[in-house]
Nanobody
Framework: QVQLVESGGGLVQPGGSLRLSCGVS????????MGWYRQAPGKQRDMVAT???????DYADSVKGRFTISRDNVKNTMYLQMNSLKPEDTAVYYC?????????WGQGTQVTVSS
């Protein structure tokens, strides 16, 4: 059974940075296109960024130029470097395959951008 564990969230001031990590158990990580998603209170869960097994990336317009997704297929880990954070980036951030698999959702990690 695959398990995903997100970490690295926290409280940061506007303009600050955070680096999220997603650890994935199991040997199938390297073949999947993976993604970061986020869900703000009262809103739907949206895709933030995706990365293919070969490293090709794609981003939501709202984070282009500020966020960078990466992965380490040896460590079975995916990352999201978030710079120039804005209050509207406040959300719970999740990782999953892309498209997402229902039984892969983890607990997420809270990111709060506030002064």
């Amino acid at each position: 059974q695959v398990q995903l564990v997100e970490s690295g969230g926290g409280l940061v001031q506007p303009g600050g940075s955070l680096r999220l990590s997603c650890g994935v158990s199991g040997s199938m990580f390297s073949i999947y296109r993976m993604g970061w998603y986020r869900q703000a209170p009262g809103k739907q869960r949206d895709m933030v960024a995706t990365i293919t097994s070969g490293g090709r990336t794609d981003y939501a317009d709202s984070v282009k130029g500020r966020f960078t997704i990466s992965r380490d297929n040896v460590k079975n880990t995916m990352y999201l470097q978030m710079n120039s954070l804005k209050p509207e980036d406040t959300a719970v951030y999740y990782c999953n395959a892309f498209p997402p698999l229902g039984d892969w959702w983890g607990q997420g990690t809270q990111v709060t951008v506030s002064s």
